[in-house]
T-cell receptor, first 117, second 112 residues
Framework: DGGITQSPKYLFRKEGQNVTLSCEQN?????MYWYRQDPGQGLRLIYY???????QKGDIAEGYSVSREKKESFPLTVTSAQKNPTAFYLC????????????????FGPGTRLTVL | SQQGEEDPQALSIQEGENATMNCSYK?????LQWYRQNSGRGLVHLIL?????REKHSGRLRVTLDTSKKSSSLLITASRAADTASYFC????????????FGGGTRLMVKP
């Protein structure tokens, strides 16, 4: 799991609640990512951030929000607008070496399993 | 949208046998990466192959890339029970920010 931590490991949410998932990395990586994984499926990109104070929507951003106030932190908020939030959420980071097509591999955290009650 | 599609979706083999997983994708890429995921855990990067490379090795792993067919294969030789996991291919189309598009994965079970 490298130098990326996610908390909590398990999270339970009631209908209508917002919840925030934490992701911290000590790898000095430039970019950070949030993915959602449903059972038996691959990963889908929610949001990503290349630099501090900047982030971009991925394929399934609706009902989610993020912030990137510090290089090492990229929290994800699952809002009440997300109709089906029960899933496994994975955070990742990668380094930028400079120049075109020179991003490194992505390092993943251990994940947070969110369940809506 | 899922660019990569793995085949087969599930694979069961005996320890010592070789395991081959295939990945097909739709658009041009800068590189293709393979990741492994143990049940309920995060993903671990295995190998990256660039669009101008055709084959790459790492220990018991061998990856091939055929850009004309938009396909890649991952071969695990002399499999072990500890290789039991899900394997995902992910394509980097060269978009800003190293955005990866993941396939649905192959679930490999290696029986001791």
């Amino acid at each position: 799991d490298g130098g990326i931590t996610q908390s909590p490991k398990y999270l339970f949410r009631k209908e209508g609640q917002n919840v925030t998932l934490s992701c911290e990395q000590n790898l000095n990586h430039d970019a950070m990512y949030w993915y959602r994984q449903d059972p038996g499926q691959g990963l889908r990109l929610i949001y990503y951030s290349q630099i501090v104070n900047d982030f971009q929507k991925g394929d399934i951003a609706e009902g989610y929000s993020v912030s990137r106030e510090k290089k090492e932190s990229f929290p994800l908020t699952v809002t009440s607008a997300q109709k089906n939030p029960t899933a496994f959420y994975l955070c990742a980071s990668s380094i930028f070496f400079g120049g075109p097509a020179t991003w490194g591999e992505q390092f993943f955290g251990p994940g947070t399993r969110l369940t809506v009650l | 949208s899922q660019q990569g599609e793995e085949d087969p979706q599930a694979l069961s083999i005996q320890e010592g046998e070789n395991a081959t997983m295939n990945c097909s994708y739709k658009t041009s890429i800068n590189n293709l990466q393979w990741y492994r995921q143990n049940s309920g855990r995060g993903l671990v990067h295995l190998i990256l192959i660039r669009s101008n490379e055709r084959e790459k090795h790492s220990g018991r792993l061998r990856v091939t890339l055929d850009t004309s067919k938009k396909s890649s294969s991952l071969l695990i030789t002399a499999s072990r029970a500890a290789d039991t996991a899900s394997y995902f291919c992910a394509t980097d189309a060269g978009n800003a920010g190293n955005m990866l598009t993941f396939g649905g994965g192959t679930r490999l079970m290696v029986k001791p």
